[in-house]
């Protein structure tokens, strides 16, 4: 059987782009329908790629050690990261705005966010859509993917990071210092399942404890006493 004009118009047309044809005839029952569709979808190509980088990150490191994962990440840093984050002065933006713009990304990748306040810091604690989504579901260890477990910097200091998170030391922490920033965020990936992934924003990234340098291998600058 032949596909009809409508087959091919809906098989051709995004979901959301469907959600708003239908929102605009008046139809927002059907508009709201597909706007769950197109998430369930997202959902599903979320899930694809996070078990993509995953897997070939841990053969990385599985065939050529776990410092060939830093190199890895350092090239995506280097060739992707690094335009995104020098778009603005990052640093130079009131902390309530550098909040939103990581829980937002956060929320959007199908975690959950709980924000606390103090005089220092903004403290952002997500059940990750991501990284703390494989952790939870049991994806790590002997028979699954990959557990760092070299300490240094890429782990924060620690004896166990699951391989996904790296990202999150070297990414966004390690090469903003290295370029003479500071860190994107201070992040504190889940230790166990349930656990929560805590970013931590604070109001003046230049006065930034010395233990957030060095448990990713490197000097805090010297400040003004």
Known sequence: MALGHDDIARMTTPLWEQAKQAIDAGDTAKGTQLIDAAAARWRGLQEYSINWVTSLLSFIGRELGEGAVEDALRRFGDEFVQ???????????????????????????????????????????????????????????????????EPGGRTFQREELPVYCAHCSINNEIQPVERGRTPTTVEE??????????HHVYRDPSRLPDDVYLRIGKQPPDRPT
Do not use: H
């Open 83 to 149: 335009a995104r984050r020098e778009v603005g002065e990052w640093d130079a933006l009131p902390a309530e705005q550098r909040a939103r713009v990581i829980a937002g990304a956060m929320v959007a990748n199908f975690g959950s966010c709980d924000v606390e306040e103090d005089d220092e810091k903004i403290t952002l604690s997500f059940r990750c859509g991501t990284g703390g989504r494989l952790i939870d579901e049991g994806r790590y260890g002997t028979e699954g993917y990959l557990v760092l477990r």
């Open 189 to 198: 990936p889940p230790r166990a399942p349930g656990e929560p992934c805590v």
